[in-house]
């Protein structure tokens, strides 16, 4: 299992950012993903999934109305389009597949956000 981010970066307060991720390895198709963040000196957090077929996708509260998951089967990629961001939302964000008792991850992507 190969999980590889991209499109982090710098934003102000109120920007917006799209990361995606290049899965490779596995069926892609067959699983759900999802996104995790980690901000310093805090537990990694889980922020959206998304259902194997894409019809199915859940939200950490934190983020509702705001970040949208999406997936590409074809591309086996998955997305995250990050709207009105806040400083609080600056972290570093993976790319992640559940496996038994955990989760594979990518390497991460830093998302900042600061005037």
């Known amino acids: 299992v190969q999980l590889v981010e991209s499109g982090g970066g710098w934003v102000q307060p109120g920007g917006s950012l799209r990361l995606s991720c290049a899965a490779s390895?596995?069926?892609?198709?067959?699983?759900?993903m999802s996104w995790h963040r980690q901000a310093p000196g805090k537990e990694r957090e889980l922020v959206a999934a998304?259902?194997?077929?894409?019809?199915?996708?859940n939200y950490a509260d934190s983020v509702k109305g705001r970040f949208t998951i999406s997936r590409d089967n074809t591309k086996n990629t998955v997305y995250l389009q990050m709207n009105s961001l806040k400083p609080e939302d600056m972290a570093v964000y993976y790319c992640?597949?559940?496996?038994?008792?955990?989760?594979?991850w990518g390497q991460g992507t830093q998302v900042t956000v600061s005037p």
């Open positions: 998304i259902s194997s077929g894409g019809g199915s996708k």
């Open positions: 390895g596995f069926v892609f198709s067959d699983y759900e």
């Open positions: 992640s597949r559940r496996r038994e008792f955990s989760y594979y």
